[in-house]
């Protein structure tokens, strides 16, 4: 397995890969056409990633990064920046990541945040927003964010139920709970 960064030559099979993972029409082909722009910071900086098998060239998973300055909101969003210790252009964000069923729990999530986070270090983003989803299995998203350092913030429920897209868990809309997270990349020394 390969981590690299997200390139415009991928779109069209991130598209599939969030297909078939996600559910169909969770990123239309415009919409990641726009994500892969907005990963890559003014200073030539791509911070978002996929993972790549390399014996079959097959993407296996994606973080969906952007640096601060390039994004003023997330997929169907209702951030609370007012309640944030760092300035929204100051504050980098992560928007989704996944992972191949097959290979989750092996690692590959964490790798692909690392990278993300190496170039936000480098950016010197002072935060990171993100949001685990409640209904994830275990409520696995909101762990794993908190144990690489993020700190709730605010749960939105029915975070989704405006956004035109069918949830893999209760179909459409869909009336999951976001928990809106913050990692202080200052205080946590990243």
């Given at each position: 397995m390969q981590i690299r960064p997200f390139l415009p030559s991928d779109i069209p099979q991130?598209?599939?890969f969030t297909d078939q993972v996600v559910g169909a029409g969770?990123?239309?082909i415009e919409e990641l056409v726009e994500n892969q722009k907005k990963s890559i910071a003014p200073t030539g900086e791509i911070c978002s990633?996929?993972?790549v098998d390399e014996a079959t060239e097959r993407i296996m998973g994606l973080r969906l990064a952007y640096p601060p300055g390039n994004w003023d909101h997330g997929k169907g969003s209702k951030l609370r920046a007012d309640l944030w210790?760092?300035?929204l252009n100051n504050t980098a964000y992560f928007q989704s990541l996944f992972v191949s069923p097959e290979l989750q729990g092996h690692g590959w999530g964490p790798q692909l945040s690392a990278k993300a986070l190496e170039v936000?270090?480098?950016l010197r983003a002072e935060g990171v927003v993100a949001h685990s989803w409640k209904e994830s299995p275990n409520n696995s998203s909101f762990k794993?964010?908190?144990n690489i350092g993020f700190k709730p913030i605010i749960e939105h429920p029915h975070y989704w139920i405006d956004v035109d897209y069918v949830c893999t868990l209760?179909?459409?809309p869909c009336k999951c709970t976001a928990v809106e997270m913050h990692l202080?990349?200052?205080e946590n020394n990243l």
């Open positions: 991130v598209k599939s969770y990123y239309s990633f996929v993972l210790p760092t300035a936000f270090k480098k794993y964010l908190m209760d179909g459409k202080n990349l200052k």
